[in-house]
């Protein structure tokens, strides 16, 4: 399989503190995006990093690229109950796109 | 609205019987995907197309079948030779390859 891995799998933080989630990915890759979905829904977009990038920021959002370690991070700052919810990294190889296995987020009021 | 729509939300299916599921994009995508989510996992691939009249196998394509005889349609057969088809099915489109995806609300399958 060339699915990406994703840890931790599960995360549970009080509001207000930050969230760290890693990615890692077992091909080269164009560009690496991450993917929010709750509960029974599709997945919404939330930030795109290209390969020859480094480090991206989006409001509370941070991501990290190592291509070296063929690794991502997504960190959330000052996080809110409304976060709560699954994340996945996704990478294209060629013409397709592959999912991590998500890490499921819950923020604590 | 531009957005990309599965029908149906939910799905019986029947031992032996074929299903397919709709996707509809009206976003003037040329990519789209079909992806399998089981609970508590994560998107395994089934099938994407780039272009019209052409698509290629994902991951785990055994059982499944596609079509891409429009550019803003790409429905998925669950065939009878899948045998463990009871999963979560999310379709996706992006204008092309390596842009952000845009995804459907998705179409929860029940074998019965």
């Known amino acids: 399989s060339q699915q990406g891995e994703e840890d931790p799998q599960a995360l549970s933080i009080q509001e207000g503190e930050n969230a760290t989630m890693n990615c890692s990915y077992k091909?080269?890759?164009?560009?690496l995006q991450w993917y929010r979905q709750n509960s029974g829904r599709g997945l919404v977009h939330l930030i795109l990093i290209r390969s020859n990038e480094r480090e991206k920021h989006s409001g509370r959002l941070r991501v990290t690229l190592d291509t070296s370690k063929k690794s991502s991070s997504l960190l959330i700052t000052a996080s809110r109950a409304a976060d709560t919810a699954s994340y996945f990294c996704?990478?294209?190889?060629?013409?397709?796109?592959?999912f991590g296995a998500g890490t499921r987020l819950t923020v604590k009021p | 609205d531009g957005g990309i729509t599965q029908s149906p939300k939910y799905l019986f299916r029947k031992e032996g019987q074929n299903v397919t599921l709709s996707c509809e994009q009206n976003l003037n995508h040329d990519a789209m995907y079909w992806y399998r989510q089981d609970p508590g996992q994560g998107l395994r691939l089934i099938y994407y197309?780039?272009?019209?009249?052409?698509?290629q196998k994902g991951d785990i394509a055994e059982g499944y079948s596609v079509s891409r005889e429009k550019k803003e349609s790409f429905p998925l057969t669950v065939t009878s030779a899948q045998k463990n088809p009871t999963a979560f099915y999310l379709c996706a489109s992006s204008l092309v390859e390596y842009t952000e995806a845009f995804f459907g609300q998705g179409t929860r399958l029940t074998v019965v």
């Open positions: 091909t080269s890759i164009n560009n």
């Open positions: 996704a990478y294209h190889n060629n013409n397709d796109m592959r």
């Open positions: 197309s780039q272009i019209v009249n052409d698509f």
